[in-house]
C-alpha cells in the first residue's frame, strides 16, 4: 500500500471516528447535513473534474469527500449552529488552508492534480458549500419553514 493510500484511507476512516466523542441527541441532529455533505461533496468533485478545474492521482482520494469534508463540516456547525456569522468566519479559516496549504501538498505528492487556479476555485466553492450546508441545517430544523409562514 503507497503512502497516498494510507493518507486517503486515513481521511475516511479517522474522521468518522472522532464523532464517538459527540453525544448521541447531537450525532442524530447533525447527522442529516454530514450525508448533505458528503452528497454534495461528491457532486462538486464531479463538476470540479468536468470543468477540469482539478484531477485526481490517486483514485482513493475522492474518499475524502465521504471522511474529512462532511466531519469535519459536523464538528463546525456543531459548535457554530445558531451564528451564522461565526460559522462562515470558521468555515473561510478552514477553506483557506484546505485550498492553500493541503490542496498543493496533496497535488506535490501525487494525489490531486491542480492548476494555477485550483486553490481559488476551492476557496470559492468551498465558501458557497459551506453556506449552503447551513441552510440545509436550518431547514431540517423547521426554523426556514416556520419563517416563511
Known sequence: MSIQQIITISLLVVPWLTILFMDEHERRRFMPTTLFTAVTSGLIYEFGMMLNFWHFEEVSFPLVMYGLLPIIGMWVIRFTYGHFLRFMVVNAILDLGFAFVLAPMFDSIGILGSNP?????????????AASLYGYQVWQEGHGAAKAR
Open 117 to 129: 487556479y485550483t486553490g481559488l476555485y476551492i476557496y470559492t466553492i468551498n465558501i458557497f458549500h
